[in-house]
């Protein structure tokens, strides 16, 4: 299945999606899910939270192994997934719909270094 056209992708798996209101919403690709296999916690900075580029917003675990969220420019969590963090699941089933984990406000994704869209995103995972 091919990644959404709409989103940009970091090397750290994390995808990214400009929102009309100017907002960008975050989650990690179906690749991520796929190789962290059965995730189990999810865990996000509370809304309001600053963070730095190529800081994390939280963490996600799975029974193989954790994972830190990173972003890829300066912003402020302006919202948090809570049905992610209630039923970590939907990261694993639905990552680019339900299973997204946080909206950052202020962050300007045409400044974000080393985005890739999603052709050169999949040809790079084997996809």
Known sequence: MPSPANC????????????????VTMGITQHAA?????????EMKPA?????????????????TSSEIYVPCAATVSAVNDA????????NS????????????????????GLMDAATYDQKNGH
């Open 8 to 23: 940009r992708y970091s090397e750290s798996h994390e995808w990214f999606r400009q929102e009309p209101d100017g907002s």
């Open 34 to 42: 796929d190789a962290l296999t059965d995730i189990t916690f999810v």
């Open 48 to 64: 309001g939270t600053a963070v730095t580029a190529g800081g994390t917003v939280g963490e996600v675990e799975s029974v193989k």
């Open 84 to 91: 992610a963090h209630t039923d970590p699941s939907l990261l």
């Open 94 to 113: 639905d990552p680019f719909g339900k299973g997204w984990l946080v909206r950052l406000a202020s962050c300007d994704l045409s400044k974000a270094q």
